[in-house]
């Protein structure tokens, strides 16, 4: 194929295009269509994929939680429910019996409770009681102030560190560190303000309070609760060894037999993973099926225009061909035409969906704080497979129509009106 | 074989399939046609003459029979070999003109020296030469629907000669224009052959026909009369 004949054919595609304005943009519109659901799908794929990296950055990737429940749910109901809990002796024990980890803490949870700050109150957090060191894991990073002290925590002073949600939400001027805040009737002063660690879809951990172990103890009672263990590997590439050590410690210490199943799970910043990875399915699948069925309409609606194009300039093709175009040279016309509009549709999609993220980003995220993980701009690379997919469309949906219009017979097209 | 002939046909025969029945349009035609001759082929409609000049202008094959364009079997080539012959050797004027009407003058003319691949520029330039010798020098840049019939075929024809083509065919050149329109077309092709061109005009017009030196008369596929015009006009 020469250069000249491309520029040819380029040409002569624009002027019929430009031609028929109304019937190109109509016929394009199955390709805008189908292009904007792939861009927006990859916009959105890609926001919940560095929305969930940043939360693992700051979460820790070499964290573990060795706990009664499996947080994937992947295990029965049933066996799980009936797994005896952690006691505190247990959990002690585990952490002593540590060797090849950075640092391991005890962790007790009451999931859904609230706090009061003179007249708000807010629903819906987790107190966790845990020992001063967890302060130095990164799911214990401050923001403002400081975590608890040894001392604080041997005298179970009444010292929260509390999540940053929390602090929005009970403290939207700031200035929380000092103030006295309720739990289930004690009074606790905030000491310190945790970095924001979750995104849109883990935001819980925002809601998570830290006090002292023995003030948790104090206030909900030793017994009759399953405590967890927070790991901290020391290093991704510690994470197997620390692993193995905290599987099988834990197991001496709960007197499980050889071939008798974990009646405990290690729970990984990676569970999380596979919640996300649902939503992604689920996007995906919604997403796939959405544009393949436009794209559908969108061949269809170029290839039924290609033909009412090539029929409508039978006789001009047929005097192209009586003055020495050769098939190539019309086969090339015709696809380049159908190229362009589907193309042409991808440009108009480029537009669409960046004023949909932009808009997505700045404006609507005000009102629906869920989709903050959304970034603003539509990443280059999914232009860039959009304008490929586009151009592919376009191919197939002007090969049918070429070939018929570059076998027309000469000397009866020439004749056609 | 006459080795100066431009143009040998041997038993040319067009079969046309209508449905279930066979249409003869030519029937064993043999003939020849040599440099420089001023030919026209009559004939009723219906009597093959289109179907003729479409083999000779390689825009259509023969069911069967050799036709020989200067030495060279055009008859079995392939489609874009035949393009090819159109483009370099062939030129044609249409009685309908069969101009692209969104393309100003020079686009037009300038047309086949695209598929033959000759760089813009000197396909600009010969495009102008064109249009200015036949007298059409202010009008490059107008495009067919803003022309009168007489100068729209004065463009067809600046086009059927860009290529310097071996032979020229005219299709009832004169069939959409006045008597005296039609009359400065024929002016223009007889320049046209005395300057060298050899040109195969196709009509069924007597005065028409009656510019040309040899006339050929077709009647349902088969040439019934082959003779030298003896009072061609423009003498």
Redesign the interface.
Known sequence: M?L??IR?AFGQAA?SIM?NRSRSFLASLGVIIGITFVILMGWVLSGLDSAMEDSFKIMGVDVMYVDKHDWAGGKSWKDVRNRPNITLEQANKLIKSLKDIEIAVPVARIWGSQVKYENTTYQGITVQGTTYDFGLTPGGSIEYGRFFSQNEDEYASDVICIGWKVYQTIFPKGDALGKQIKINGQKFTVIGVITQQGTTFFDFIDNICYIPLKSFLKLYGKYNRSYSIAVKAGGIQNLDNARAEVEGNMRIIRNLKPGQQNDFSINETKAFEEQVATIRLVVWSVGIGMTLLSFLVGIIGIVNVMFVSIFERT??I??????????R?ILMQIIMESTILSFFGAVISFILTSLIAYLTATFVVSFVPQVSFLAPLIPFDLLLIASIISIVVGIFAGLIPAIRASNF???IA?RYE | MDNNALIKIDKITKVYNMGMTEVYALREITMDVKRNEYLAIMGPSGSGKTTLMSILGCLDSPTSGQYFLENEEVGSMNDNQLAEIRNKRVGFVFQTFNLMPRANCIKNVELPLIYAGVPQEERIERAIKALESVGLGDRMHHKPPELSGGQRQRVAIARALINNPSLIFADEPTGNLDTKTGEEIMHLFYELWKNGNTIILVTHEEDIARHARRIIKLRDGLIIDDYINQNPIYA
């Open positions: 020469k000249f004949e040819e002027e031609a006789k001009e047929g005097i192209r061909k009586a003055l020495g175009a050769k098939k040279i017979e000469p000397v020439i």
